[in-house]
């Protein structure tokens, strides 16, 4: 890690509830909370990303295809904005009374064509827009199934929602779909008589897995328990889009399914490199947002430069100036995929538990599973060794843990992008290696106290932290 990081890290794993004894039980209470994170080493603080004469490279970052760095919507942004040079900074409301506008209109009805949908509504960020669904879409009586490793907005707004029941599936699995589809019909009579709905919700590509939805099989499953049509699918795509389908659609619009799939949230903050997001539905259920999910009736709508942003980079997609970036995503994947596994320290460290690639076990029987996000999947706490390694060598990757993931799968996530070299991934892959050798030789020592050489840093520096108080 850089040393500017690392202190900041260091410093916000320090205890502080047991300073506080004269400060207010409302801080002190809030503080012993942060404790628990802190003696876990798990406390979040925010870090402010400096421009460095030798910058990390980036293993982390979203900015998939380049298209933030390049400057290639930037200069598509600029242009929206000269032909507007009236525009105004701010929309002036809720889109309810003075924030809606032609332009607004417009550019949902452009994204709802490319991506093949009836119609759009624009939000501020896309978790809003997972709360908005999830909140308002279900109606009394119906039911919502969900992929176990869904996102946190979807549970946000089940908790909100008028759908009493709910239950998870195993990840991506369609046998267990069934059993949870068969569950519903056998327990929710005006579901099984077809007067109620189910709703399925799952991601196109999960975020800390990096695995893609077997979007296909799941409909048929659900077509299989509910052959009358009441199982309707509602799909994350914030990790396809611009990633996955023809010129970046997302992964709906890769298979053809977009008749068979209810609602879409594509958003806009990762691969496209603007912000918000667009539900893509039908005038129905846009209707029933705007009329009532609170996130978007009481939130101020969309502002023009946000929207010439998004405007922007769809028409790189649609001119199909992406492709190249796209496909250089799935070559430097299968490129580090191919050198990881082949380096002569893999084997070894893969068979005693050290290192996993799940992905690349998915791959062996899924071949187009493939997507710019792996797992590097380490033992408990391990997942910080590796991390504090590669930071120090220059990489920027950060390590994943519970809650962010369930217990017991710890990671390093790695992120791939088209500006990534060949070079860059052979040097990642043997920092890795070296990690992985370093460990394996801690382990034949026998002695349990020893830790890896980054990780005795990043401690020295904690030690040091503590020792010097607040400095």
């Not at 040079?85 to 332009?103: E, K, Q």
């Not at 452009?110 to 879409?137: D, W």
Request: hydrophobic fraction near 40%.
């Amino acid at each position: 890690m850089s040393a500017s990081f690392l202190v900041e890290w260091a410093k916000a794993q320090q205890p502080k509830a047991p300073t506080m004894k004269d400060a207010s039980v409302f801080y002190r209470n809030l503080e012993e909370e942060l404790d628990v994170r802190r003696a876990q080493h798990g406390c979040i603080m925010l870090h402010t990303k400096e421009q460095q004469e030798n910058p990390m490279v980036d293993f982390s970052s979203t900015d998939i295809l380049g298209l933030s760095t390049s400057g290639a919507v930037r200069k598509g942004y600029l242009a929206e904005l000269a032909k507007h040079p009236d525009f105004t900074l701010s929309s002036h409301g809720s889109r309810l009374t003075d924030g809606n506008s032609r332009y607004l209109e417009d550019v949902e009805r452009e994204l709802a064509a490319f991506h093949g949908a009836e119609a759009g509504l624009i939000v501020n960020t896309g978790s809003l827009g997972n709360a908005a669904i999830f909140s308002v879409i279900p109606r009394p009586g119906d039911a919502i199934v969900y992929d176990e490793l869904i996102h946190a907005s979807v549970h946000d707004g089940m908790k909100d929602s008028l759908a009493l029941y709910r239950k998870a599936f195993r990840h991506n699995d369609p046998e267990s779909l069934y059993d949870a589809l068969v569950a519903v019909q056998e327990s929710q009579p005006q579901i099984r008589n077809g007067t109620r709905s189910v709703l399925v919700a799952v991601e196109s590509v999960y975020s800390m897995d990096g695995d893609i939805c077997p979007l296909q099989e799941l409909i048929e499953t659900a077509k299989e328990v509910f052959p009358d049509g009441n199982v309707q699918f509602v799909i994350d795509e914030a990790h396809s889009t611009g990633v996955i389908g023809p010129n970046g659609a997302g992964l709906v619009s890769a298979l053809g399914l977009e008749r068979e799939v209810a609602i879409r949230l594509h958003t806009f903050g990762k691969a496209l490199a603007a912000t918000g997001a667009v539900i893509l539905c039908n005038e129905t259920v846009r209707t029933m947002l705007i009329n009532y999910a609170r996130s978007i009736m009481f939130s101020v709508a969309p502002s023009f430069p946000m929207l010439a942003s998004i405007r922007a980079t769809y028409q790189l997609l649609r001119s199909g100036e992406t492709q190249s970036a796209q496909n250089r995503v799935q070559e430097i994947v299968k490129f580090f995929l191919e050198t990881m596994t082949s380096h002569p320290i893999w084997d070894k460290a893969s068979d005693t538990g050290l290192l996993r690639l799940p992905t690349y076990e998915d791959a062996e029987v899924q071949p187009l599973a493939l997507t710019q996000i792996i797992q590097l999947r380490t033992r408990t706490k391990h997942n910080f060794y590796l991390a504090f390694h590669l930071q120090r060598a220059g990489f920027s990757v950060f390590p994943i843990s519970y809650p962010v993931v369930p217990k017991g799968t710890e990671r390093v996530r790695i992120i791939f992008h088209a500006h990534n070299t060949d070079a860059e991934v052979m040097a990642l892959v043997a920092a890795i290696a070296e990690w992985a050798q370093e460990m394996l030789e801690i382990e034949s020592s026998g002695d349990k106290t020893r830790v890896p050489a980054a990780a005795r840093h990043v401690y020295a520096l904690i030690a040091q932290t503590h020792a010097n108080g607040s400095e």
